[in-house]
C-alpha cells in the first residue's frame, strides 16, 4: 500500500482501519506513518495524525518516545483539526515530569481562547491538568484559572471537560486512568 497516496485523500474509517491494520506490526511502516504526520501538506499530515489516533494502546506507546517531536508540532501547528488531534495523541501519554513549560503555556492560552474549537479547548484543559498534577503551585494556577472561566460563556463540552477536570482536581486523581478504563473494555 502507497501510505501518502492513501493519506494524500478523502478517508474513511475503512481507510484508517486499513493503514491501522497494515502498520501495527511493521515498526518500519509504522516510522513512515509518523513522518507522514509531520508533512507539510495539510491533509497527508491531518490523515495520518487521525490514523494514529486509532492506534491501540499497545501501538500508542511507540509515540511516547516521541512525545517532544508531537509536542513541537503542536506548538506550530495552524490547522485546527490537527492540532485537535496531536492534542489526542499527547493525551493518551503519560506527561514528562517536570512538564515543558511551553507546552503547559499552550494548553492555559488555548482553553481559555474563545477563537479556538471547543474540542481544542477541552483537551487543552485536560492535558494542563495532567501536566500540572505533580506540582502543587501549577495546580492551584491551573484552578483559578478554571474557575475564573464564565460557566454560561462555554460550550456543552468545554463546560463538561470544565467540570471533570475540577472534579479530578478534588478528588487528586487522573484523567487519563479514566481513558485507559474506557480504551480498555
Known amino acids: ?30 516510522q513512515e506513518l509518523y513522518e507522514y504526520l509531520l508533512d507539510p501538506d495539510d491533509k497527508i499530515g ?25 509536542a513541537d508540532a503542536l506548538l506550530t501547528c495552524e490547522h485546527p483539526g490537527k492540532r485537535r488531534l496531536l492534542l489526542t495523541l499527547l493525551y493518551r501519554q503519560p506527561m514528562a515530569h517536570p512538564p515543558r513549560m511551553d507546552l503547559l503555556d499552550f494548553c492555559l492560552e488555548r482553553m481559555i481562547s474563545k477563537r479556538e474549537l471547543p474540542a481544542v479547548q477541552s483537551l487543552c484543559m485536560k492535558l494542563a491538568y495532567e501536566l500540572c498534577r505533580p506540582i502543587p503551585e501549577l495546580l492551584q494556577e491551573l484552578k483559578i484559572t478554571l474557575e475564573m472561566m464564565e460557566h454560561d460563556a462555554l460550550m456543552p463540552s468545554t463546560r463538561s471537560a470544565r ?23
Not at 47 to 65: E, P, R, V
Open 46 to 70: 491531518y490523515n495520518a495524525a487521525w490514523a494514529m489516533t486509532h492506534f491501540s494502546l499497545h501501538d500508542n506507546k511507540w509515540l511516547y518516545d516521541k512525545q517532544d517531536e508531537l
Open 163 to 185: 467540570k471533570n477536570v475540577l472534579k479530578a482536581m478534588q478528588k487528586g486523581t487522573s484523567l487519563q486512568l479514566n481513558l485507559y478504563r474506557q480504551i480498555n473494555y
Open 1 to 30: 500500500m502507497n501510505l501518502k497516496a492513501r493519506l494524500s485523500r478523502r478517508m474513511g474509517m475503512y481507510d484508517i482501519q486499513a493503514i491501522i491494520f497494515i502498520v501495527q506490526n511493521d515498526p518500519a511502516r509504522k
